[in-house]
Every structure is written in C-alpha cells, then in structure tokens.
C-alpha cells in the first residue's frame, strides 16, 4: 500500500487514539505503506496528529516490507482497519480475511463488495466507532472467531484463485 490522503490514515490516527483514550490498552499501530516524497504535506499531517495525540510510542511506520514480513504483520495483528475514502478493490482487504486477520473498515467505494460479511464496515466515520469495534474484537473471542470463519470462508468462496480462473473464463 501507500500513505495517502484517499487512504485515511489521518482517521486511522484518531480511531486509534479513542481506542487507546477509551480502553487503556496497550496498543500499538502499524502503519504499513510505502510514502511518496510528493505527498509530505499529508505524511506531516498523520505525524503531527499521532503528536497531538501522543502515540509517538505507539506508531510504527513500516515503509517497506517484504511478502514475509506483511504476512507476519497480518498474522500477529488483532485487526486490519481502514478508513479509506477509495478504493477500487483493496487487496489489502482480501490478505487480511484470508489470513483471519479481522477486518474493520470504513464502508467507502468497493469497500463492502469486497467485504461482504467477512468484516465490521461502517458507513460512519466517528473515531469512536472504530474504537469501539475494537474493543469488541479484543473482548469477545466468540464474535471474533466467527468473523475469521465469516472471512475465511468468503475468500475461498468468492476469491480463490480456481473461483477467479472460472469466472475469468466465463467473461465473453
């Protein structure tokens, strides 16, 4: 991915800070994209947010990763959120189901399609939401189980590669 401002980190940043404001946890977030010299203006802004809300230690920027250091990444993390405004598919979305990493997302462009039932996705874009949906996943093991199930499932039924070939066949 890439730190950008259709990306939402901006919000990412608030959302985290509700979570860490509201339930003391000893959270960290990972920031995970490449940054794009052009766009400094908007990296300043997402590094002077987690300042102003003082996650300096919480925040790690990741720039550059191999495949196995972001699967390591999804496998380790208690969730995947996003809070972009576009998207035309999100890869992104669909490592992190296949791997039960639970996602939570802001349900912008093809967001939802590509979620289905497999994820929390809000329409909304208020911190607390996120930060609650968060709460929820860490605290009901449960809910949390189910929607790795839930997604697992829908990314060998909808996004498997034998499921891709075959529609890919049927495309007149």
Known sequence: GRVAPNKGHAELVDAFAAY????GDPARLLIVGKSDPRLQG????VRARVEAHRLGARVRWLESVSEAQ?????????AFMTLSQHEGFCV????AMALGTPVIACG???IPETVGDGG???????PWLYATSLARLGEDEYF?????DTARNRCASEFSPAVLCERFAQVP
Do not use: C
């Open 20 to 23: 860490v404001d509201g339930y």
């Open 42 to 45: 908007y990296i300043d802004t």
């Open 70 to 78: 972001l699967k390591s990444v999804y496998l380790t993390s208690h």
């Open 92 to 95: 992104p979305l669909i490592e």
């Open 108 to 110: 912008s462009s093809a």
């Open 120 to 126: 929390i996705v809000w329409s909304e874009t208020d």
């Open 144 to 148: 949390r189980n189910t929607l790795r």
